[in-house]
């Protein structure tokens, strides 16, 4: 037998299980969420195919990233819900100041990142490409800023920004 085979082909489908499970963990984050607020400094994005039939984003966005975007639920979101039956995220965010409410399905998901514990998911078929044609990031919020003094703040409008920076980019041969 030679030790560089490949491996057996399964008739189990540990890939599709593999998936659902992973799905499941961001799908309980955000449910959590949704019931009882992100504790403490987590806060999630939220990377989605805004080219998915069933997904509804305002048109503006779906013209500046019409094949995928990413979010970030943190301080400024709202009616975050969870729908298992109709397999659907729903959540509430301000882009440029203008409150818009976005209706991401389940099998749109791309990727899944709490970056306070440094959790983070891909999923499916769906991966970003490895090409300069990625469409721009949005963040419906500005990053927080550095700790103060518990001084309140009244809430700044939500702004857009680029997350190009913080990309990984495919390496020249």
């Known amino acids: 037998?030679?030790?560089h085979a490949p491996p057996p082909e399964s008739l189990l489908?540990?890939?599709?299980?593999?998936?659902?499970?992973m799905r499941n963990v961001?799908?309980?984050?955000?449910?959590?969420?949704?019931?009882?607020?992100?504790?403490?400094?987590?806060h999630f994005y939220l990377t989605f195919r805004t080219d998915h039939p069933d997904t509804r984003v305002p048109g503006h966005?779906?013209?500046r990233y019409p094949q995928e975007m990413t979010i970030v639920l943190q301080h400024q979101f709202w009616d975050l819900t969870v729908d298992r039956v109709e397999q659907k995220v729903s959540v509430g965010l301000s882009f440029g100041g203008v409150a818009a409410t976005?209706?991401?399905p389940f099998a749109a998901l791309v990727a899944f990142w709490d970056p306070h514990v440094r959790v983070g998911l891909r999923f499916g078929d769906m991966a970003i490409p490895d090409s300069e044609d990625v469409p721009d990031a949005v963040e419906s919020e500005p990053p927080p800023p550095p700790p103060e003094p518990a001084t309140p703040k009244p809430d700044a409008p939500a702004q857009v920004v680029s997350l190009d920076a913080f990309r990984r980019r495919p390496t020249k041969e």
Request: hydrophobic share 45%.
């Open 102 to 104: 976005l209706v991401i």
């Open 61 to 63: 966005l779906k013209a």
């Open 26 to 42: 961001a799908l309980r984050a955000l449910e959590f969420a949704a019931k009882n607020g992100l504790p403490g400094e987590h």
């Open 1 to 3: 037998m030679s030790e």
């Open 13 to 21: 489908p540990y890939d599709r299980w593999t998936e659902e499970a």
